[in-house]
């Protein structure tokens, strides 16, 4: 059964930054791409970030929303996943799933495998 689990969430002022984290257990992830997407109301879901395997380098790739402030990291050490979101604004406010794709990801809901249950970000203005 993979699981997998965010944190960091909050209500954070707009500029100010987060770092979002998701344990995954249950299955080996070090192989797997890892990415964020999120979902803000009356919105689709939409990715944020990735990031691939061991066996691919660790590649990141971004939405462009969010380059060059957002991070995506992994500890595979941990089976974690991390992303460090620096300058936030009102519209990065939104729910964020973390999700596992074992056939090498993708910026489309479907090419993930499993999802978490979402944490919620909140930007005051």
């Known amino acids: 059964q993979v699981q997998l689990v965010e944190s960091g969430g909050g209500l954070v002022q707009a500029g100010g930054s987060l770092r979002l984290s998701c344990a995954a257990s249950?299955?080996?992830?070090?192989?797997?791409?890892m990415g964020w997407f999120r979902q803000a109301p009356g919105k689709e879901r939409e990715f944020v970030a990735a990031i691939s395997g061991s066996g691919s380098g660790g590649i990141t790739s971004y939405a462009d929303s969010v380059k060059g402030r957002f991070t995506i990291s992994r500890d595979n050490t941990k089976n974690t996943v991390y992303l460090q979101m620096n300058s936030l604004e009102p519209e990065d406010a939104a729910v964020y799933y973390c999700a596992v794709s074992y056939s090498g990801g993708g910026v489309r809901l479907h090419d993930y495998n499993y999802w978490g249950q979402g944490t919620q970000v909140t930007i005051s203005s």
């Open positions: 249950g299955r080996t992830f070090s192989r797997a791409t």
